[in-house]
């Protein structure tokens, strides 16, 4: 089952915070978040495991509620660098526990 | 380290005629791998997977098939192109379930 993603694109000013959400109709056993550059292969950001947890990585951090099957991911300070496209993957939980189902995608543009 | 071979880079081809990719991970072993397509403007699709040897859990059923030959080879195939399969693939590799999943720098197959 895919994720939803949204919002689907989001523009900022350099030094502007965002947030991405992430849903599933089923339940979710981890949350991983990834950022791709155009043209490019996505990169790993950080992975989210059952258990309500938060992470940080620089002033990129994320949220995973296990109740709400909701994840959210949070730039704070944009940089230049934040832009590109950022998707969410799944494992759902009760399923088969090898495969990462990817929302559509958030299409972060970030402008001096 | 670990390191994950995907090519060629490019690829056009007409309509109807066959294709072959193939990814390569190194430095890990029994890892499971995934094809990914992405369309333009589009999300990260799974194809296929495997966890192992001869293993494949098909996600769309399409003209595409996949093979694993060797523990740390993966290759997608269609005797058959369509307009439709073009797009940006992207082998990945993961060393189980819960953790990051690594992507080759992908292919981008035109269909003329």
């Known amino acids: 089952q895919q994720p939803v993603q949204s919002p689907q694109a989001v523009i900022l000013r350099e030094g502007e915070d965002a947030v991405i959400n992430c849903s599933s109709s089923?339940?979710?056993?981890?949350v991983h978040w990834y950022r791709q550059k155009h043209g490019e292969a996505p990169v790993f950001l950080m992975i989210?495991?059952?258990?309500?947890e938060q992470k940080g990585h620089d002033k990129i951090s994320a949220s995973f509620n296990e109740k709400k099957q909701q994840s959210s991911l949070y730039l704070t300070a944009s940089q230049l660098s934040y832009s590109g496209t950022y998707f969410c993957g799944t494992e759902n939980s009760g399923g088969s526990n090898y495969k990462l189902t990817f929302g559509k995608g958030t299409l972060l543009t970030v402008n001096p | 380290s670990q390191t994950i071979h995907q090519w060629p880079a490019t690829l056009v081809q007409p309509v109807g005629s066959p294709l072959s990719l193939e990814c390569t991970v190194e430095g890990t072993s029994n890892p499971n791998l995934y094809w990914y397509r992405q369309a333009a403007g589009r999300g990260l699709q799974l194809l296929f997977y495997s966890v192992g040897i001869g293993q494949i859990s098909s996600e769309v059923p399409q003209n595409l098939s996949a093979s694993r030959p060797q523990d740390r080879q993966f290759i997608l195939s269609s005797k058959k192109l369509l307009l439709s399969d073009s797009g940006f693939y992207l082998c990945a590799w993961g060393p189980g379930t819960y953790s990051p999943l690594h992507f080759g720098n992908g292919t981008r197959l035109t269909v003329t």
């Open positions: 089923k339940a979710l056993y981890s």
């Open positions: 989210l495991l059952k258990g309500g």
